[in-house]
Structures are given as C-alpha cells and as structure tokens.
C-alpha cells in the first residue's frame, strides 16, 4: 500500500486493486494507474476538503467512482457515478473482479459531513474528515464536549484492524494532538497520518514531542509519499 499526502487532508492511497483519493481539492495527483477503479470519498463540502476538480477526472481515468457526502452529492454533474453518503451508514460498492466489494461505514462529524473507514483490497483505512477533537480558545466545557463526541463516534469503529488512519493535527488548535491520542486510544491503527495542518507541517512535526503521542512515535508519517509493507 502506497500512501501519497497530496496537501492539506488530501491523500491518495494505492491498493492492489484499486486506488483511493480522499478530500482533493487542490495540488498534483501522483502518477495513479489507470486499469484499476479510483474511487473519490470528499467527507464535506467545506472548501478544504472538497473542490469541483474532482469532477474532471474521468477525463483521465476509465473507471471513477464517487462516495461524497449527500451536500456534495448534489453538486456532481450528470453523468457520475455518485454514492451519497449520510452519517452513521454502512455502504457496500462493488469494484469489480479483481477489486471485489468495497464496504464503507459512516461516522457523524463534529464539524461537517462524515468520517469513512473504508474496507477494501484486503485492507481497512479510517479517515476523519473534519471530526477530531477541536479544542480550540473557548469555555472549556465545550471543548470536553467535543472530544466526548469524537470518542463516542470512534466507538463504533472501536474493533476495526485499522492499517492506515488519517487524523487532524491542526497546530492552530489549543490541544494539536488530542485528537490523534484519543484516536489511538480508541481504535488505534498501525500507520497513522496527520493532516489539516495546511503549510504549517514544520509546526505540526513540533507537537510529536507531546508526551501522548510518543509511544506512537514510529507509526506517525509526515513523508510526502510512504510505501507501507504487506
């Protein structure tokens, strides 16, 4: 499995049948192949996570699938192979023969739209979109709030053997990593990659200090690309 951080929260991840892209709006796509299914997940509408770009791929790929949440859904042009998505749903998509089925389940967002922990190829990949733990310059309670919702909607995911998570690391934030540790805390995953940190990448490898995330230091990625073993 190749994982490619395109920007932002935008990443690509190659599979052996098929290949993911999740919350492109903006930067170069890695060179993806184009005989295998590309399935396009934007978990809102917000416009760092979701750009009508994606709409133009199918003039460079054969075989694009959509799984977008319902406000985006309503966006798309005619003619797309859409899948809207609402929170807390389970979803199966079939890829073909060589991909077989690919099985989505939903989470709510604490912000906008969804989360999506995607089975598919052998592998299982959560990404959160814009639920995290936002604890940002506010009455502590509703900080508290927040990180009770984030961990009350990873617990329906709480047995899921996560290979590869994606998970808000915004330096902006009063806690920057409450919640990568709540994640992991969780449901846990073996490769984890931070993201919503914009340009600010240099800020965000800062906060892997923190005494909560060090015992996860070796599973913690900031390479542009990274090839993670079978």
Same mark, same amino acid.
């Given at each position: 499995m190749r994982v490619t951080h395109i920007y932002h929260s935008g990443f690509a991840v190659e599979l052996k049948g098929c290949n993911l892209l999740f919350d492109w709006y903006t930067g170069e796509l890695p060179p993806l192949r184009r005989d295998v299914p590309l399935v396009v997940f934007?978990?809102?509408?917000? #416009? =760092?996570?979701?750009? @009508?770009?994606?709409? +133009?791929?199918?003039? #460079?790929?054969?075989?694009? $699938?959509y799984v977008v949440d319902r406000a985006v859904a309503e966006q798309a042009p005619q003619g797309r192979d859409?899948?809207?998505?609402?929170? *807390?749903?389970? !979803?199966?998509?079939g890829l073909g023969t060589d991909a077989g089925t690919?099985?989505? $389940?939903?989470?709510? %967002?604490?912000d906008e739209g969804v989360a999506f922990l995607v089975r598919a190829c052998g592998r299982t990949v !959560?990404? #959160?979109?814009?639920?995290?733990?936002?604890?940002? /310059? @506010?009455?502590?309670?509703? /900080? *508290?709030? %927040?990180?009770r919702f984030f961990r009350g909607e990873l617990e329906r995911i709480a047995n &899921?053997?996560? =290979?590869? &998570?994606f998970v808000p690391l915004d330096p902006r934030? *009063?806690?920057?990593?409450?919640?990568?540790a709540a994640y992991m805390d969780v449901v846990g995953a073996r490769d984890v990659f931070p993201m919503h940190y914009w340009h600010d990448a240099e800020d965000a490898?800062?906060?892997? %200090?923190?005494? +909560?995330?060090?015992? !996860?230091?070796? +599973?913690?990625?900031? *390479?542009?690309?990274?090839?993670?073993?079978?």
């Open positions: 934007v978990s809102h509408e917000h #416009s =760092d996570h979701y750009g @009508r770009c994606i709409w +133009r791929l199918p003039n #460079s790929f054969s075989d694009v $699938r859409v899948l809207p998505v609402e929170p *807390e749903g389970d !979803y199966c998509i690919m099985e989505v $389940r939903t989470l709510e %967002s604490n !959560y990404f #959160s979109g814009d639920l995290n733990v936002w604890w940002w /310059n @506010r009455p502590k309670a509703q /900080n *508290e709030a %927040s990180e &899921a053997d996560v =290979d590869a &998570a934030l *009063e806690d920057p990593v409450a919640g990568i490898q800062e906060c892997l %200090s923190d005494p +909560r995330l060090v015992p !996860y230091a070796a +599973r913690l990625h900031f *390479e542009d690309v990274c090839e993670l073993p079978e």
